[in-house]
């Protein structure tokens, strides 16, 4: 009887560690650029479960290590606001600044998101609240951004 259960108890470990279970992947896509002189690296990490999008977290770092400290502050005063009026339950903006430049991370839950406030940022995102999403058509389409994904 113990061989039964713990033969049990292997199975549904199993399951559980391979993920089979929970149906999530995670895919996570980096961009680097560089538009009128400026470097600019992007991280995105998508989580999807049951082919919906769950959630949504974007890190995008400024890199402005040879502008003058007046140039930074001028560009975190312009782009601080516009980030922060996104601010709604479920998405959640963040910026900050050093001396090498700006740093900007947003994330978003789309089950408490609204469509509404996940259209004042675009209306793309609104769409994937509602929409079915398949992990590999995601990774393609962000790939087709110029992303690399895995």
């Given at each position: 009887m113990k061989k039964v259960w713990f033969v049990v108890g292997l199975v549904v470990s199993t399951i559980l560690v391979s993920g089979c279970f929970f149906n999530q992947k995670t895919v996570t896509c980096t961009r680097e650029s560089s538009e009128s002189g400026m470097k600019s690296s992007e991280k995105v990490v998508a989580k999807i479960k049951d082919d919906k999008l769950k959630t949504l977290d974007m890190e995008m770092h400024m890199d402005m290590s040879g502008e003058?400290?007046?140039?930074?502050?001028?560009?975190?005063?312009?782009?601080?606001?516009?980030?922060?009026?996104?601010?709604?339950?479920?998405?959640?903006?963040?910026?900050?600044?050093?001396?090498?430049?700006?740093?900007?991370?947003?994330?978003?839950?789309?089950?408490?998101?609204?469509?509404?406030?996940?259209?004042?940022?675009?209306?793309?995102?609104?769409?994937?609240?509602?929409?079915?999403?398949?992990?590999e058509e995601y990774k393609k389409g962000m790939e087709s951004e110029g992303y690399t994904c895995k």
């Open positions: 003058e400290q007046a140039s930074i502050d001028a560009t975190y005063n312009l782009v601080k606001p516009i980030y922060e009026g996104f601010k709604a339950e479920g998405i959640e903006p963040v910026v900050s600044k050093s001396d090498a430049g700006i740093d900007v991370a947003i994330t978003f839950d789309f089950a408490k998101a609204s469509e509404e406030s996940l259209s004042k940022m675009d209306s793309t995102f609104a769409d994937m609240k509602s929409e079915k999403l398949d992990a």
